[in-house]
């Protein structure tokens, strides 16, 4: 069964940072290219960030270029988006999802797994 686990949101202020992890209980981590996405109130799902099942390779949104950084760590079956110069404009629910794919897609139908979620707040 596969869990895709994310933590590490929370309420900060606009220039802070944060830093989300998303646990991946999934058999053959490095079989999946990771990525990020958010939900903002009343907007539609975004692409956040993503990189690939080999972690050579990294993707961003537009709205998260030079701020936001994606990593993956294949010890602990973990993906890290570290978030800098956070701006109220980046307050969403944020999600981690695998699709068994070697490049990552800015695609949501595309992923075969999501997590529940985990809430971002920036305060201007």
């Known amino acids: 069964q596969v869990q895709l686990v994310e933590s590490g949101g929370g309420l900060v202020q606009a220039g802070g940072s944060l830093k989300l992890s998303c646990a991946a209980s999934?058999?053959?981590?490095?079989?999946?290219?990771m990525a990020w996405f958010r939900r903002a109130p009343g907007k539609q799902r975004e692409f956040v960030a993503g990189v690939s099942r080999t972690g050579a390779s990294t993707v961003y949104g537009d709205s998260v270029k030079g701020r936001f950084t994606i990593s993956r760590d294949y010890t602990n079956d973990t993906v890290l988006l570290q978030m800098n110069s956070l701006k109220p404009e980046d307050t969403a629910i944020y999600y981690c999802a695998a699709d068994f794919a070697a490049y990552p897609s800015d695609t949501p139908d595309l992923y075969d797994y999501w997590g529940q979620g985990t809430q971002v707040t920036v305060s201007s």
């Open positions: 999934i058999q053959t981590f490095s079989n999946y290219a």
